[in-house]
């Protein structure tokens, strides 16, 4: 693996983050996570949808890549309004999943964390983000996070529709995820899940249940190696 290991090492050289701390916010607190979208604008701009709230979504979608009988399984704990998570999703996660996910070497996660980092969007967006997922695939599924990413900052319907279209998927039904938080109580167990093994904030990086120390592609690839 010497030649991955310089190839990460460079990406992670190029990113400067090292091993950042992240958004932090664990523990057993966590309010209701975002559920209550009363107050979300959600306006569909460019989009003419009839927004109806979605009926029997799948609370336990599981976004999957790689080998699902791999040996070495990592789990991935991100809330959408932190800025780390972006980090890691944007400038990391593609060097792992080129050099690990892609050739079957492990079986990789996304767990929903929602700290809230923003009580506004946290769950609505992880909710779109699932909503894709159910239905168009576990590769829609990051594709839509990767532009939900890029567009951090600046969430709104309009933005939720349009990480659904680079995603192949429905924008209408996207947003309609959204607005209901329709996978919010799925996003919530996660948290649940990832407060019971330590997570106290976000991106945090299992490799066979050890957590990384760090977010970055060297770190994580080290993880992977030791595990392999």
Avoid: K
């Avoid at 979504?57 to 990592?74: C, M, S, T």
């Avoid at 890029?150 to 998927?169: K, R, T, V």
Wanted: contains cysteine; hydrophobic residues 40%.
């Amino acid at each position: 693996m010497e030649h991955t290991r310089r190839t990460l090492l460079a990406g992670v050289a190029a990113a400067g983050v090292g091993g950042a701390a992240g958004c932090l916010g664990g523990g057993g607190g966590g309010g209701n996570d975002g559920l209550d979208t009363s107050g979300v604008d959600l306006s569909t701009g460019e989009y003419d949808c009839d927004l109806t709230e979605p009926s029997d979504p799948d609370l336990d979608y599981r976004p999957v890549l790689g080998d699902p009988d791999a040996d070495v399984v990592v789990q991935g704990f991100e809330d959408f309004t932190c800025p780390h998570c972006a980090t890691y999703e944007l400038e990391h996660f593609p060097a792992i999943r080129e050099e690990f996910i892609a050739p079957g070497d492990v079986r990789y996660e996304h767990w929903d964390f929602p700290i809230p980092v923003d009580e506004t969007w946290a769950a609505p967006v992880a909710s779109a983000a699932r909503g894709v997922g159910e239905r168009q695939g576990d590769e829609a599924y990051f594709a839509f996070s990767s532009a939900a990413y890029e567009s951090q900052g600046s969430y709104g319907g309009e933005a939720i529709g349009a990480a659904a279209e680079a995603a192949g998927a429905d924008p209408c039904a996207a947003i309609a995820d959204a607005r209901f938080a329709a996978y919010g109580e799925g996003a919530a167990s996660d948290r649940s899940e990832g407060v019971s093994m330590g997570v106290s904030g976000t991106p945090t990086i299992f490799v066979d249940g050890e957590a990384v120390d760090g977010y970055d592609a060297d770190a994580i690839a080290a993880a992977i190696e030791s595990a392999l």
